[in-house]
């Protein structure tokens, strides 16, 4: 029995022994090399991140780009679309709400989120060094864009408040026809609300039929049906244009997870080429 304790001690000791003694990459091989797994995928979520900044924080960056411009608050659309037929420019002369700079506001968000975005790529990088990745695994193995998505995930509600900051401190910096974006909003919401309020008015009523009878002519009676609705403005547009940047932002760092996922030349890194390597 003694004989056989010993036997097994031996045993276990040079067991040990050797499995210590065996090549770190080799074990890493073994174990699918968990934390140059994780390393590549943060350092391929901030590449996409100083890509985005850049491309987005270009002039026309999000205004001219279909796939993340951000499109105008609705009350902003049902004011223009409105403003587009003639029994709406009748209204909103009756109204005193003729003169509202819908299409300045439309370039100004945009050109906000464009003046933002380059301090983008700094947020990305410390949400992304800060980010716990539960299993590289199987966000390599995962979704072309899983990378991208488990960020999103785990980051986006703090971005909204960190880059949010920024979008807003452009509201005041950035200018189209004489007027910056807090300007042209705040005579926006002017005007807005006074098609809330005038609705409800002696005037406002026989205006709103006048409206009715004008858009069902034009085949736009689902407009009316905006316009009735309408009550005061109540889009917070910090919070907005954040939301709105922030997909756009996402969009193109899952654009640039992508490439590197799919093309070899895009691996830039001895890192990036030996992990994402594992899937070609």
């Keep these: 029995m003694k004989k056989m304790r010993l036997f097994y001690a031996v045993a276990m ?12 990459d080799a074990l890493q091989s073994l174990t699918g090399g968990g934390d140059d797994t994780v390393a ?16 987005l924080g270009a002039e026309n960056g999000y205004l001219n780009d279909e796939k993340v411009r951000i499109a105008m608050p609705e009350e902003l659309q049902t004011m223009l679309e ?37 301090e983008a790529a700094g947020i990305f ?58 300007e042209a909003w705040s005579g926006f919401t002017t005007y807005y609300n006074k098609v809330a309020d005038f609705k409800s008015t002696t005037g406002g009523t026989l205006a709103m039929a006048a409206l009715k009878i004008g858009l069902n002519k034009a085949g736009k009676s689902d407009l009316y049906d905006k316009i009735n609705g309408i009550q005061h403005v109540n889009t917070n547009l910090g919070e907005y244009v954040t939301g709105r940047a922030l997909d756009g932002l996402f969009t193109k760092v899952a654009d640039k997870e992508l490439e590197i996922r799919t093309d070899v030349a895009a691996r830039t890194s001895s890192l990036l080429q030996k992990v994402f390597g594992r899937l070609d």
């Excluded at 040079?14 to 090549?23: E, I, M």
């Excluded at 590549?40 to 491309?55: F, M, Y």
């Excluded at 587009?84 to 299409?103: E, H, M, P």
């Design 13 to 24: 000791a040079l067991f040990t022994l050797t499995f210590s003694s065996c090549d770190e």
């Design 40 to 55: 590549a995928l943060k350092e391929a979520l901030t590449i996409g991140a100083q890509v985005a900044s850049n491309k």
């Design 125 to 182: 990088a410390d949400a992304i060094t800060s980010m716990t990745v539960q299993d590289g695994e199987a966000i390599l193995f995962g979704a072309d864009n899983a990378a991208t998505q488990y960020l999103h995930d785990k980051t986006y509600s703090g971005l909204q408040t960190s880059f949010g900051k920024v979008v807003t401190g452009t509201f005041d910096q950035v200018s189209v026809s004489g007027h910056t974006l807090n």
């Design 82 to 118: 409105l403003a587009n037929t003639d029994a709406g420019k009748t209204f909103l002369s009756a109204v005193g709400a003729d003169a509202f700079i819908g299409k300045t506001l439309d370039t100004l968000i945009n050109r906000a989120a464009e003046q933002a975005a380059p």
